[in-house]
């Protein structure tokens, strides 16, 4: 497949790998698991899809005003991006649009250094199999000059579908694209995304795996992995809006899904509702305050991985198996360690091309 560059490669924090052949970047991705692991992978799967793959992105609203990424290694810096190759042409129109929506309006971009301000965010939710977009508009705090009903005909006007539009006010010090308080300006509180036979809601607060596409393979390769035949009971660890909650409770007597996040509880209760699965706990709590008294034992931590109190206990637990899905194989690789099992399978999956990201599953015995 021929190179595609966008105007900010280089400036841009997105894609550091854009000018690299696709399947160099794979090369070198897999070659730094390799080292870090020390353990030769069974497969190692490309994505399907190498641009326009994500099915969320969260642009920045900064003073100018200007909306799109951070300047690569400089938070508080903006990039007015016009182009981006990794969610759709649908959701570059969308961005560009609001960009002339907030200088039509009036409507100022959030300044992160000395915190005034307006809009913080504009995020773009596409459902990729259901063709159903969400937008996700977060502000400092309500306003009437917002004019969201208005920007939606502007959009509608060019033929680009919206499912839904909602406003978020996130008043909070953590600078990202979630929102204490939602309001539902169109349609509703969520989207739906389909992977294989399985239907998921999507919802601007819950974490959902950012690549539609290779999602169905690391469903399947998780549960090959673990291996189940049927009666077990397995504890998932960081189960965000049940992605491998539903498959696992498809194959095991019953699944115990750990998650602190309110939002995405809630939403992981829908999803099971939505995929008729009735054999699952769900526990509203951290993992490091429950009960690890199990034989399979999931993870699915945050970049920054396992803490060190939930090591501790899962060195006391010591479960027969451990499955450990991770988007950083360097936390990964502690952790593991620390844990002092071995990994006994793993497959690597590219959910991140054009950037130097990679995703994991590791099957750990003792
Ligand atoms: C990488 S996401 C994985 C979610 C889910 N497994 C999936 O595939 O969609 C990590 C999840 O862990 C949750 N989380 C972070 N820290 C946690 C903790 N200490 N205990 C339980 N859940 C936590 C986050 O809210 C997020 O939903």
Redesign the pocket.
């Known amino acids: 497949m021929s190179l595609r560059i966008c105007k900010h490669f280089g400036v841009c924090g997105g894609c550091s790998y854009l000018d690299k052949p696709y399947e160099e970047q794979l090369e070198e991705k897999v070659r730094a698991v390799k080292e870090l692991l020390s353990v030769e992978p069974e497969e190692v799967h490309p994505s399907p899809k190498q641009y326009y793959y994500r099915n969320r992105m969260d642009f920045v609203a900064a003073p100018g005003p200007k909306i799109g990424l951070n300047v690569r290694g400089k938070w508080w810096e903006t990039v007015d991006i016009e182009e981006c190759l990794l969610q759709s042409p649908e959701s570059d129109a969308v961005r560009n649009r609001f960009r002339e929506h907030m200088r039509e309006r009036g409507l100022e971009g959030w300044d992160r250094i000395n915190r005034r301000g307006l809009i913080r965010f504009l995020s773009v939710l596409e459902g990729k199999y259901t063709g159903e977009r969400l937008i996700f508009v977060v502000v400092y705090e309500k306003n009437e000059r917002l004019g969201l009903f208005d920007f939606l005909e502007k959009v509608r006007s060019t033929g680009i579908k919206i499912t839904s539009i909602i406003l978020g006010i996130n008043r909070g010090v953590r600078d990202d694209a979630r929102a204490e308080q939602l309001e539902i300006v169109y349609g509703s509180e969520t989207i739906t995304e389909k992977i294989g036979s399985l239907t998921y809601l999507l919802h601007p607060n819950?974490?959902?795996?950012p690549n539609s596409y290779t999602l169905d393979t690391?469903i399947k390769t998780a549960l090959s992995f673990m291996d189940l035949k049927g009666g077990e009971t397995v504890l998932?660890?960081?189960?965000?809006?049940?992605?491998?909650?539903i498959p696992f409770a498809k194959a095991a007597g019953r699944v115990v899904a750990?998650?602190?996040?309110p939002d995405?509880a809630k939403i992981a209760a829908l999803n099971l509702k939505l995929n008729k699965v009735k054999n699952v706990e769900l526990v509203q709590?951290?993992?490091?305050r429950v009960s690890l008294k199990y034989d399979y034992v999931?993870l699915?931590?945050?970049?920054s991985g396992l803490?060190y109190k939930?090591v501790k206990k899962l060195r006391k637990a010591k479960p027969k198996r451990i499955l450990y899905?991770s988007?950083n194989p360097q936390t990964q690789a502690r952790d593991i360690q620390q844990l002092g099992y071995k990994i006994d399978r793993l497959s690597i999956i590219d959910q991140f091309p054009q950037t130097p990201l990679i995703e994991t599953i590791a099957l750990l015995k003792k």
């Open positions: 819950a974490f959902f795996q690391m998932e660890l960081f189960s965000g809006a049940g992605t491998f909650t750990v998650e602190s996040d995405s709590e951290r993992a490091e999931i699915d931590p945050p970049r803490s939930l899905i988007c």
